[in-house]
């Protein structure tokens, strides 16, 4: 089974601290993302990597950046805590292949509070 | 920008009864689909996926229907069980890495 482990469940921080959430993956899978997830907004993605030292923008990026220095590992960085990022934050990972779409498979999940 | 939404946002099924979670997609193009399933406290659990060659592919209890003409998905339940009760949600993929995630249908399971 895959097993997508994040950090923390739960996470209290002050608004503008510098927050790591960290996630890790055990499949050697290539693709890693980050989103929120809010009631009645839904699964927002944040950020993804396809690889090692690669990423891309998701659809909400502003205030966040992530760091892949390694293959499992995929880290979410929220640089200024704000109010506003109190969220439920999913890491997901899935396989790469030339042909056909894979699933991706999520972790439980941090709760992050910003006050 | 379109999207990926759900009929009902809450269906309430007995136990052992059937359940039908219904997904209505808009974009065309999307060629490959997701149900999650989401307990209270856990990350999305995969369930099942239809590539946008097929019409049914089924599962353990589980039947996923895509109808392309009407742009329509559903997942179809067997035998509800009380371990049933969660977010069910629809997601769809144009190939590229990106998922879009329909709102959620909460099934509630009647003992």
């Known amino acids: 089974d895959v097993k997508v482990t994040q950090s923390s469940r739960y996470l209290v921080k002050r608004t503008g601290e510098k927050v790591f959430l960290e996630c890790v993956q055990d499949m050697d899978h290539e693709n890693m993302f980050w989103y929120r997830q809010d009631p009645g907004l839904g699964l927002r993605l944040i950020y993804f990597?396809?690889?090692?030292?690669?990423?891309e923008k998701g659809d909400i990026p502003e205030g966040y950046s992530v760091s892949r220095e390694k293959k499992e590992r995929f880290s979410l960085i929220l640089e200024s805590a704000s109010t506003n990022q109190t969220s439920m934050y999913l890491c997901?990972?899935?396989?790469?292949?030339?042909?056909?779409?894979?699933?991706?498979?999520f972790g439980d999940g941090t709760r992050l509070s910003i006050l | 920008g379109e999207s990926v939404g759900l009929h009902l946002p809450t269906l309430s099924v007995q136990e052992g009864d059937n359940s039908i979670i219904n997904c209505a997609y808009s974009?065309?193009?999307?060629?490959?689909f997701i149900w999650y399933k989401q307990e209270s406290g856990k990350g999305p659990q995969f369930i099942i996926d239809?590539?946008?060659?097929?019409d049914k592919r089924q599962g353990q209890r589980v039947t996923v229907l895509l109808n392309k003409t009407v742009k329509h998905l559903s997942l179809q339940i067997a035998a509800t069980q009380p371990g049933d009760s969660a977010v069910y949600f629809c997601?769809?993929?144009?190939?590229?890495?990106?998922?879009?995630f329909g709102a959620g249908t909460t099934v509630t399971v009647r003992a």
């Open positions: 974009n065309s193009a999307s060629d490959y």
């Open positions: 997901a990972s899935s396989l790469e292949t030339l042909y056909s779409n894979q699933p991706q498979h």
């Open positions: 990597s396809y690889d090692v030292k690669m990423k």
């Open positions: 997601a769809e993929n144009m190939n590229d890495y990106k998922l879009s």
């Open positions: 239809i590539r946008s060659n097929m």
